[in-house]
């Protein structure tokens, strides 16, 4: 599975912002997705996972509500909504596919990053 992650960007604390991964490769809809954040001088860490039919999430204790994964199976997509945004969301953002079981803690496949900065 390759993915391509996009809609990064700047944006002022309270806004939002809505990142897209696209998934190339006829598996996509067998697999966990999920988004996976890191702050400059921090380790990488988990935000939120959806399972393959979409009916199954988790997310960080940091999202707060604030965040909801989705994914369109159809046109190979997996979306991160993110509202009420705050300074410290300031990261690069990757998506990220594997099995539910592991998602948070070892993917299987990494896309690039997408920056997303929140001015306050």
């Known amino acids: 599975v390759q993915l391509q992650a996009s809609g990064g960007g700047l944006v002022q604390a309270g806004g939002s912002l809505r990142l897209s991964c696209a998934a190339s490769g006829r598996t996509f809809r067998h697999y966990t997705m999920g988004w996976f954040r890191q702050a400059p001088g921090k380790e990488r860490e988990f935000v939120a996972g959806?399972?393959?039919?979409?009916?199954?999430?988790r997310y960080a204790e940091f999202v707060e509500g604030r965040f909801t994964i989705s994914r369109d199976n159809a046109k190979d997509m997996v979306y991160l909504q993110m509202n009420s945004l705050k300074p410290e969301d300031t990261a690069v953002y990757y998506c990220?596919?594997?099995?539910?079981?592991?998602?948070?803690?070892?993917?299987?496949?990494w896309g690039q990053g997408t920056q997303v900065t929140v001015s306050s």
């Open positions: 959806i399972n393959w039919s979409g009916g199954g999430t």
């Open positions: 990220a596919a594997g099995n539910w079981e592991r998602i948070a803690t070892k993917p299987n496949y």
